[in-house]
């Protein structure tokens, strides 16, 4: 018996050993392909994720609502380290709840965009009276951008430069802009939520039904309306194109631009395609009006191989703005319309024009119509 207690000894002996050399040879095959696997995270790809697709509305909806919160972008997605990169990872500014911000862009004397000013440069008066700077940033900074767009019988044979454009308006932006897409006619369409998919935007401007009336103003409400209440970036802008009198709407034009002057409104870019149309000093007149107001510009081109250069002028305009913040010496919450001036001067620089919004609407009390 003692002889196999030896031997049992001894197997158990070889078996432990066996057992010991196999995983000091095994473990390092096995962890192998767990550490492969978490590799890639260490090199991701070159292409960022990309949103996932907003749902379109149908031809047949309601004008634009408020929205379903939308998924977050390829940017937003990238977790960044930037203090003005809120926690979904979105650009916004940090300011004060009383500050106003405006967006400004500096010409010389030859329309030349000045980008090298620093903030003693800048002067800011509201009702005349001068106000003093919080914050100033000149930097490329991302935009919550609406593209509206004249889907009357008119543009039928206008739409593929006019999409072409717009596409290449985006492009020439900022990556991290935030883009939707309004269709109009008699009706106004938002085609396309908030995104940055080129491939989405450009489904949502092939949606063209082009017939029907002009319905210009009640669109730049709805659009305007829609930036107000479902943007997240601070800076906001419209891409308007047309190529004729409105003749549709419900809204007036004074009522579009006391909308789009509320507290933090959009810019207005407006391109007027207006050719042979019979009342073109009136159309003109409107986009000028909107454009003037909100800080933005107008373009009338005399052929349709202009718009695509306009778009990546609109591009640039936006790219290369001042962010000018100031606190006013007049309550915020006694409400009603204030005047914005802004003048820069600087040595080594001749007469410069600054290019901002001409007023705002302030918000006033809580409860209170920013429009009142």
Not at 62 to 91: I, R
Not at 157 to 177: G, T, W
Not at 210 to 229: C, P, Q, W
Request: glycine content about 6%; cysteine-free; aromatic content about 6%.
């Amino acid at each position: 018996m003692p002889g196999r207690d030896i031997t049992r000894r001894r197997n158990s002996a070889a078996k432990f050993l066996f057992l010991l050399l196999f995983v000091i040879w095994a473990g390092p095959q096995l962890a192998m392909p767990a550490r492969a696997q978490a590799a890639p995270s260490q090199n991701p790809p070159s292409t960022p994720p990309q949103s996932a697709p907003s749902t379109p509305s149908p031809q047949n909806d309601a004008k634009p609502v408020s929205a379903p919160s939308v998924a977050p972008t390829a940017a937003a997605q990238k977790p960044q380290e930037d203090q003005n990169l809120n926690d979904q990872g979105v650009f916004v500014f940090k300011k004060d709840v009383d500050e106003v911000l405006l967006h400004a862009t500096v010409q010389d004397d030859k329309n030349h965009i000045v980008t090298n000013l620093d903030r003693t440069a800048f002067s800011v008066f509201e009702d005349g009276k001068p106000q003093g700077i919080v914050s100033f940033h000149h930097e490329d900074i991302p935009v919550a951008m609406g593209i509206v767009i004249d889907n009357s019988g008119s543009m039928r044979e206008k739409r593929n430069k006019v999409n072409q454009a717009a596409l290449n308006l985006v492009r020439s932006s900022n990556p991290k802009d935030e883009v939707f897409v309004v269709n109009f006619n008699d009706e106004y369409y938002l085609d396309q939520d908030f995104t940055n998919d080129l491939l989405l935007l450009k489904e949502a401007l092939e949606k063209i039904n082009a017939s029907g009336g002009t319905s210009l103003y009640d669109a730049v409400v709805a659009s305007g309306e829609h930036l107000k209440r479902n943007a997240r970036l601070d800076k906001k802008v419209l891409f308007v194109v047309t190529d004729g009198e409105d003749n549709a709407s419900n809204e007036t034009l004074e009522q579009a631009v006391k909308q789009l002057q509320e507290e933090n409104g959009p810019s207005v870019y407006a391109i007027g395609i207006l050719g042979d149309e019979e009342h073109p000093k009136r159309a003109r007149r409107a986009l000028e009006i909107m454009a003037q107001h909100t800080g933005g510009l107008a373009f009338f081109p005399k052929t349709l191989d202009e718009v695509d250069a306009i778009s990546r002028t609109v591009a640039h305009d936006i790219r290369n703005q001042y962010t000018i913040g100031y606190k006013p010496t007049k309550p915020r919450g006694a409400g009603g319309f204030r005047t914005v001036h802004v003048e820069a001067k600087a040595k080594g620089h001749g007469k410069m024009v600054v290019r901002t919004k001409s007023g705002y609407y302030a918000s006033g009390p809580p409860g209170a119509s920013a429009s009142k």
